[in-house]
């Protein structure tokens, strides 16, 4: 199954259901079929997902750290989609919808 974020200030967001299911939830939001962000909770939306960005980024430097300079690990590192990558769409769409006064749905 796929999750499709829709909002009148910006194109469609499909995601795999693994993914979107856990986004919705970094945005305090309980993944099912459908559901919405108001205009209202936009602004708490963008601040979970960058601050679950920055914990994931954190959580990979440390582990880095630990393991060294393993040239190995390194390249798998760089090969692995990273939440940023996933969430950087959603949240401009949802600025743009903060912007022009529109709420964002998703639905399955």
Not at 4 to 23: C, N, T
Not at 44 to 54: K, M, N, R, T
């Amino acid at each position: 199954m796929l999750y499709k974020f829709k909002s009148r200030a910006a194109a469609d967001l499909i995601m795999l259901e693994p993914h979107g299911r856990q986004i919705v939830s970094i945005m305090g939001k309980t993944p099912g079929a459908s559901g919405i962000v108001t205009v209202a909770q936009i602004p708490a939306a963008i601040a979970a997902l960058e601050a679950a960005v920055a914990d994931e980024e954190a959580r990979v430097q440390a582990q880095a750290a630990e393991e060294g300079d393993d040239a190995d690990a390194a390249e798998q590192r760089k090969d692995a989609v990273r939440l940023r990558q996933r969430v950087v769409p959603l949240i401009e769409m949802l600025k743009r919808s903060a912007a022009a006064d529109v709420d964002v749905v998703w639905g399955v």
